[in-house]
């Protein structure tokens, strides 16, 4: 865990010194890839192989999915969710559970913004599909349109699949119980991060450190 936001901390640092116009930065790179960064400011990283993997009209959408982490602040959810999960292992599926809900949010996100969900699903469709495993990607908190997959390499099964049949089906309503659900986890995983922290602070007393 320590590593991965070592990482991410250089990446931001990084991509907040590369030029930049409205808060995107294009590498040149032929791997499809695309990932907000948090920072001051919070930067959307995109791969020139991602903007010649989508079409203009996808590339709003692209833009406004990654948008959508920067202004939530998606980061520091799931960075307090993997926190958990690294500190007890029983938090590990909630983990999971948090970096796809806020995937989730952000696709609806930019059906808002663009307001063509099967479209949306599509430009989901063809990032996961086209992406590939890069070295010297930031991992941890650093979110982006191929969620998992960016990560994992994994495309043809999990959480993507399932994020494309939720902007095919019918929009869901506001479901306060989910939003409150969600939130206590947070809460959990913030309160045995917590635990774990004074269990070593007591350890490392009784042997004198």
Same mark, same amino acid.
Do not use: D, E, I, K
């Given at each position: 865990l320590w590593l991965r936001a070592r990482t991410l901390a250089a990446a931001a640092v990084e991509a907040a010194c590369m030029p930049a116009r409205d808060g995107v930065v294009v590498v040149e790179d032929e791997a499809p890839d695309a990932f907000a960064l948090p920072g001051l400011p919070g930067r959307v990283v995109v791969s020139t192989g991602m903007l010649d993997t989508l079409d203009p009209a996808e590339h709003d959408i692209l833009l406004a999915h990654e948008r959508a982490h920067l202004d939530a602040h998606h980061y520091a959810f799931v960075a307090l969710a993997q926190l958990g999960a690294a500190v007890n292992p029983l938090l590990r599926a909630p983990a999971r559970y948090v970096t796809y809900t806020i995937e989730r949010w952000a696709d609806e996100r =930019?059906? =808002?913004a663009t307001g063509d969900r099967t479209r949306v699903a599509r430009a989901v469709g063809k990032a996961a599909l086209a992406a590939r495993p890069a070295a010297g990607r930031p991992l941890g908190a650093a979110l982006g349109i191929l969620g998992l997959a960016r990560l994992t390499g994994r495309t043809g099964a999990g959480p993507v699949p399932r994020r494309v049949a939720a902007l095919l089906a019918p929009p869901l309503g506001r479901h306060p119980l989910l939003a409150a659900a969600t939130t206590a986890l947070l809460a959990v995983a913030a309160l045995s991060s917590a635990e774990a922290a004074r269990d070593l602070h007591r350890l490392l007393e009784s042997v004198g450190i």
């Open positions: =930019a059906v =808002a």
